[in-house]
């Protein structure tokens, strides 16, 4: 039996929870199948692209409560709006009107929906839903307590070198979803002991090769090359075979110069010209004459380069503002010799550190110190 199995039968068994004893020679870690076959009773299952009209949601949250084997019974739920814009559902719970609002867009049940219902169980219920498979929603009703002890187990990832082995155990791709969500920045762009990422070091692994194209495919960063300036692409052409630059990106992108990008940004009603990156823009205006943007450049993102081309797999800086998290999103790239790799999630207050970085990759001075700032290590000979 896996670890992560012989986990979870020991947090049950501890909780007093009832189950079904998994078969001595059981060899999945994927929580979603452990518990199909421990617990099915508290199994909540659906396709998540099921919204055609606000009455889908009052099916859905019956399924939810029907995981609860009782403990939830919404009285009178009732569901208005309209998709493309407001969703009001409505239900009553000992004897309180409990009430989800939430934007509808598509066919997908809402994130917000999601975020309700967990607040809603967290205040309410004995227990929550925790997630087990994200490419159908699939989800676990359990103790409050019995889900922090399971991620506790199953998903701290404090480095690279731990995320490394969870996937090469023969992770699912739900499993993957699920640690990407929960990562740190510092473990999601870093490096294992031995100064590979995490893809680098799976195009060097004995992994098969849809082990490391679902991690390719699952993680966020696969134009991060490893502390030696050795790039993705070329690890899984020479390791695997594969041709992942042509692939994922046929063609680089061509560029414009900054007064031209500068006319289009201010020629688009649409773009998305937030203060967070006009402030960055106009602190480093004079060092951005110099450089290349993307053409399709519309300040969702900045992207910039010094080359005629934009190449995300050899010269690119990207920066990216997340409201939410209220952070700066910096992603900078030189590959080849007196290069290094660089990626960060900086609080807004300190815009300092993001206009400081930028204008040293902008005037070629970032990379150099080998072993700083992202610069490739020297390797020892």
Known sequence: ?????????????????????LPKDWNSSNLDQIFRY?????????DPACIVEPVDYVGILAAFAQA??????????????????????????????????????GRWVADAFYVQLRKFCKKHLTGNYLSVDTNVSTDVYLPHKVI??????????????????????????????????????????????????????????????????????????????????????ELAQR??????????????????????IREMWGERLWHNNLPEYMQVINALDPDLASMRFPVGGNLFDIALCHTPVFDLWSDAA????????????????????D?????QEIPVDRVDMVIDLLRRYCRRTLWTA???????LVTQE
């Not at 506790?152 to 995320?163: I, P």
């Not at 390791?239 to 031209?260: I, M, N, P, V």
């Open 1 to 21: 039996m896996t670890t992560t199995a012989q986990g979870i039968t020991a947090i049950l068994k501890k909780a007093g929870i009832a189950f079904q004893p």
């Open 38 to 46: 421990m617990v099915p009773e508290r199994i909540c299952e659906f």
């Open 68 to 105: 609860t084997l009782g403990e939830f019974a919404p009285e009178n739920p009732r569901a208005e709006g309209r998709t493309g814009g407001s969703i009001l559902l409505e239900f009553v719970h000992a004897e309180q009107v409990i009430r989800f609002k939430f934007k509808q867009d």
């Open 148 to 233: 922090s002890q399971i991620e506790k187990k199953t998903r701290a990832f404090d480095d690279v070198d731990t995320l490394l082995q969870f996937v090469l155990s023969g992770a699912s791709g739900g499993d993957l979803l699920r640690a990407r969500d929960r990562l740190s920045w510092q473990v999601k762009a870093g490096y294992t002991r031995s100064g590979e990422s995490l893809l680098t070091a799976l195009a060097k692994s004995d992994a098969e090769t849809d082990t490391f194209m679902c991690a390719f495919e699952t993680f966020d960063f696969p134009y991060l090359p490893n502390r030696y300036g050795e790039s993705v692409w």
């Open 239 to 260: 390791f695997r075979g594969l041709d992942l630059k042509r692939q994922y990106h046929s063609e680089d992108e061509k560029t414009l110069g900054y007064a031209e």
């Open 318 to 337: 990207e920066l990216s503002y997340s409201r939410p998290d209220k952070v700066y999103i910096v992603h900078l790239l030189t590959l080849g010799p």
């Open 339 to 343: 290069g290094g790799a660089l990626y």
């Open 370 to 376: 080998p072993g700083q700032d992202g610069a490739w």
